[in-house]
């Protein structure tokens, strides 16, 4: 879930920032915003690293991050703590199947009366 983190940081770190941007430019801007805003420094260069590591592992493992980091990117995304992001992430999860089913109702219902049958 630390790549979760990281990866909408990175999201919103782009869309905070106008015109054409650089993965370097959202990472040094997220570090600036993380410094002014909530007393933590992170160089930009280690949240490259970061997005770098995020976009490239598997989804069977997660990156290795300090948790105070973890938890002041949190922050910077809206959320509480980490507990709060992860806690969001399942309502999500949540809401998306149902809006898948509500889109696809018509053929999960073909579905389950040939199954039926």
Do not use: P
């Not at 938890?71 to 992860?86: A, M, Q, T």
């Not at 999860?93 to 889109?103: R, W």
């Amino acid at each position: 879930m630390y790549t979760e983190v990281i990866l909408k940081s990175f999201e919103k770190g782009k869309s905070e920032i106008l015109g054409k941007t650089t993965k370097t430019q959202i990472a040094e801007h997220i570090s600036i915003v993380l410094l002014n805003e909530f007393k933590i420094q992170v160089s930009g260069r280690t949240l490259r690293n970061l997005y770098d590591e995020a976009i490239n592992i598997s989804e069977k493992k997660d990156i290795s991050i300090s948790s105070n980091y973890i938890h002041e990117l949190c922050r910077y995304l809206g959320y509480k703590d980490y507990n709060c992001f992860i806690k969001d992430s399942d309502v999500d999860s949540k809401n998306k199947v149902i809006l898948y089913i509500k889109k696809h109702w018509i053929i999960i219902l073909i579905c389950f009366v040939t199954l039926s049958s």
